[in-house]
Structures are given as C-alpha cells and as structure tokens.
C-alpha cells in the first residue's frame, strides 16, 4: 500500500498511471474519499493549464468533500482552507516555512511548491491538489518553483506523499465546521503570503497593480490600488518582485 498513513485518515484510493485524478472521482464515494497517485499524466489547474510531472516524484490527489450541509458562502472557502491544511502538512516537513499564495498556491520562501483546484460536482466538491515531492534544480517547471527535497524534507517520494496526504486529510476534516467563521478567515490570512506584497491581478475587465492589504470577509484579496482598496473575488495574481 501507497498511502498507509492517509489510509486511516479516510478512503484512500491508491491510482497507477493516471491522465488526471479529477476524472477518477465517483460522485457517490463517501465524505473525503481521496484518490491519489504519483504518476499523473495530464494533471490541471487554474485557467486551464496543465501540470505535468515526472513519474515517481510528485503527488497528485482529489478528495471529495460532501457540501449537504454547508452554506454556499461556506463553499466558497474551500480553496483557501485547502491551502491552509496543506500548508500545514508541508510546515512540519520543512520547519516551518511554508505559506499560501492568494488564491490556491502553496509557496516554500517565495517558490511554488503546490497548487490547488477544486471543482463542483453534483454531490460536493472535488478538492485536487499536487505537491512537488523530490524533483531536482533541473526537473522542476520554472525558476520560481521547488520540492520538498530541495528544501530539506527527508525520505523518499512515498515517504513524503503518504505523511503529506494523511497531514491534510486530518486538517482539512477539522476545518470545515469553521467554513466561513472569522475565525478561519484570520487563520488563513496569517499565512498569506500574499498579503503586503505587490501584486499585478489579470482580470476579465483589465490588469490591477496594488498593494494586497489585507483578506475580506468572504474571503476576496484585498488591494489597494492607491485610489482606494479593490476585493477581488477572482483574479490571476502575480507578486510583483
């Protein structure tokens, strides 16, 4: 077994060579089934576009989270309490380094080091996430990327995946009751990276340059312009180096 950890933390279904774990997932599995892989083929995020990853060295995974009994305004918080439970996971494998960037990335010190997507399906949300496991200088997709390796964590790809994977089973399960509090909107604001950075946000209506200043009540970035603060409730966004 793959996932031995993150297997006493929910349903885990371990995958082989698999274009996308997004299209593995039933609908009608239960509550933070997970299906998970370190071999994915055609992998996506954001704004259609792809992530690709060699074999054996990056952990690909979607966990359905049932929504039944949770608000509308409640779901739109998944993205960012994703963010957090991994973010999570990662601080204890790399002493505490690990942050999000504004709206689903995790960042090591400024390099990406895990993305996140989540999709409505008709019995929930389907919460994908990948994490650059052991890839080398060399191996990784920009400049501004990294992996665990890189940045100290110990062990070896199944190692890493499996204690990461169980990490963020167990923190997402304990966030969702906090869905949508000011209680969880502080927590994730203390470790957004993003804000008092410089930021540029692509937008369907233009380009916005600012200051991120802050993370509003249902949980838009907040940016000041110079003109006044802008929420932006969706958003590409680059920090300004």
Same mark, same amino acid.
Not at 23 to 40: K, N, P
Not at 195 to 204: E, F, S, T, Y
């Given at each position: 077994?793959?996932?031995?950890?993150?297997?006493?933390?929910?349903?885990?279904?371990?995958?082989?060579? *698999? %274009?996308?774990?997004?299209?593995?997932?039933?609908? /009608?599995? &239960?509550?933070? =089934?997970?299906? @998970? #892989?370190?071999?994915?083929?055609?992998?996506?995020?954001?704004?259609?576009?792809?992530?690709?990853?060699?074999?054996?060295?990056?952990?690909?995974?979607?966990?359905?989270?049932?929504?039944?009994?949770?608000?509308?305004?409640?779901?739109?918080?998944?993205?960012?309490?994703?963010?957090?439970?991994?973010?999570?996971?990662?601080?204890?494998?790399?002493?505490?380094?690990?942050?999000?960037?504004?709206?689903?990335?995790?960042?090591?010190?400024?390099?990406?080091?895990?993305?996140?997507?989540?999709?409505?399906?008709?019995?929930?949300?389907? *919460? %994908?996430?990948?994490?650059?496991?052991?890839?080398? /200088?060399? &191996?990784?997709? =920009?400049?501004? @990327? #990294?992996?665990?390796?890189?940045?100290?964590?110990?062990?070896?790809?199944?190692?890493?995946?499996?204690?990461?994977?169980?990490?963020?089973?167990?923190?997402?399960?304990?966030?969702?009751?906090?869905?949508?509090?000011?209680?969880?909107?502080?927590?994730?604001?203390?470790?957004?990276?993003?804000?008092?950075?410089?930021?540029?946000?692509?937008?369907?209506?233009?380009?916005?340059?600012?200051?991120?200043?802050?993370?509003?009540?249902?949980?838009?970035?907040?940016?000041?312009?110079?003109?006044?603060?802008?929420?932006?409730?969706?958003?590409?966004?680059?920090?300004?180096?």
């Amino acid at each position: 077994m793959l996932f031995p950890g993150a297997a006493r933390a929910a349903s885990v279904i371990e995958l082989g060579t *698999v %274009g996308s774990t997004f299209d593995a997932v039933d609908e /009608r599995a &239960e509550h933070l =089934t997970t299906w @998970a #892989t370190l071999d994915q083929r055609a992998g996506r995020g954001r704004l259609g576009r792809e992530w690709v990853s060699p074999a054996g060295k990056c952990l690909a995974a979607t966990v359905l989270v049932r929504t039944k009994r949770l608000r509308e305004q409640q779901i739109g918080w998944l993205p960012l309490a994703a963010g957090l439970a991994l973010a999570d996971a990662l601080d204890t494998l790399v002493a505490d380094r690990a942050s999000i960037k504004w709206p689903n990335d995790v960042l090591i010190e400024g390099r990406k080091v895990a993305g996140i997507l989540c999709e409505r399906r008709r019995t929930g949300v389907a *919460v %994908g996430f990948g994490v650059n496991l052991t890839l080398s /200088r060399d &191996e990784l997709p =920009t400049e501004h @990327a #990294t992996s665990l390796t890189l940045e100290g964590a110990e062990g070896t790809a199944p190692v890493l995946a499996d204690a990461v994977l169980c990490h963020v089973l167990r923190s997402l399960d304990g966030l969702l009751p906090a869905l949508g509090t000011e209680r969880l909107r502080a927590a994730i604001a203390a470790e957004l990276a993003t804000i008092g950075r410089d930021v540029r946000v692509a937008l369907p209506s233009g380009e916005l340059r600012g200051r991120a200043v802050g993370l509003g009540a249902d949980g838009e970035l907040q940016v000041d312009t110079g003109d006044g603060i802008v929420d932006v409730r969706a958003g590409d966004v680059v920090h300004v180096r």
